[in-house]
């Protein structure tokens, strides 16, 4: 079993959970590398074992200088994730520069590496939502964030490592802890709050008219599910490439209304708003994983239904258990 592992956003919302999981396992020489800033994202590690925690600049800085021992694995879930940061030099240095310095690190000390790509690589959706590479300089990307995350694919693609390590398109998850993401947050947790404040939910009105109000689509996925896949290529070293981490079957946004609306036991009661002219242009109006090579690579993970993922969740919130 692998015991020494790097965790990049190890304190966030992903790569807490997988800690947790590498902890269930017995593993606990745990790198973690994150910014913990002040919106109380400590928390995520509250209870979490680990061997040590540098900062971004610290651990960039230890890279650079052969500074860190050797490890078996480098999960490499930490980014800027926000789809409206406009500071594209910021996202290139952050989800592509630094990404490479790590990933030519560990591919030169023979460590398993595991990076998070993102469903916002496939654009608008024209060319579908396969994940084979031969596909990948096809994509058009419609925000900075996912065209940063599209240059490291890229990179990796033309450097011939994908067939060494491993990128995962998470599509749309969802669940605990997330509250310290702010607008990045699921809608889920979002809806939460609002419904609880108001009695009801706003959601996007839909500006083109092959698509009705909330009927937009997106590949929603619980956040045990995306650890399970993440850990199945931590595993299986003999399994590289890019996958996608979805469930395979996009729900709409009204969909996840009625489920919030269910877990919480009340009646739904929706508004459509308009949405802001900043992301109309660049706004995903359907998602859905294909995971024909997911299943290929020999991931059999179920996914949980969206339904009961979200009853689970809001559980969750209501009690208290997560934040």
């Not at 919106?39 to 860190?68: S, T």
């Not at 083109?208 to 619980?222: I, N, S």
């Amino acid at each position: 079993m692998t015991q020494r592992v790097i965790v990049t956003g190890g304190a966030g919302f992903i790569g807490s959970r997988v800690i947790a999981a590498l902890n269930a396992r017995g593993v606990s020489d745990i790198l973690v590398v994150d910014h913990l800033g002040r919106e109380g994202k400590w928390r995520n590690l509250n209870g979490l074992d680990f061997a040590d925690i540098l900062g971004i600049d610290e651990f960039r800085y230890a890279v650079r200088h052969d500074a860190l021992r050797t490890v078996d694995a480098v999960l490499h879930l930490g980014a800027c994730s926000s789809t409206t940061e406009t500071d594209a030099d910021y996202l290139l240095d952050n989800n592509y520069r630094f990404s490479r310095e790590l990933c030519e690190w560990a591919v030169d000390r023979d460590a398993r590496f595991v990076y998070a790509s993102s469903a916002a690589t496939y654009g608008d959706g024209a060319l579908g939502y396969s994940d084979d590479p031969a596909l990948l300089p096809q994509l058009r990307p419609l925000n900075m964030y996912g065209y940063s995350k599209h240059l490291f694919d890229l990179w990796a693609l033309r450097q011939g490592l994908l067939d060494r390590i491993v990128g995962l398109k998470y599509f749309n998850v969802y669940g605990a802890p997330e509250a310290h993401k702010g607008d990045m947050r699921s809608v889920v947790h979002k809806a939460w709050g609002q419904i609880r404040q108001t009695g009801r939910l706003q959601l996007f009105r839909s500006h083109r008219p092959e698509f009705a109000d909330g009927e937009q689509v997106r590949d929603f996925v619980y956040v045990r599910d995306a650890v399970e896949v993440t850990l199945f290529f931590l595993d299986h070293t003999n399994v590289s490439g890019i996958f996608n981490v979805g469930t395979g079957a996009g729900r709409t946004w009204n969909d996840l209304a009625r489920a919030v609306f269910a877990a919480m036991g009340r009646q739904p009661s929706l508004e459509y708003i308009d949405m802001p002219e900043a992301i109309r242009a660049t706004y995903q109006y359907r998602t859905e994983a294909d995971l024909t090579r997911l299943r290929e690579a020999g991931c059999t993970a179920a996914f949980t239904p969206l339904e009961e993922g979200v009853r689970e969740y809001i559980g969750q919130l209501e009690s208290g258990e997560a934040w």
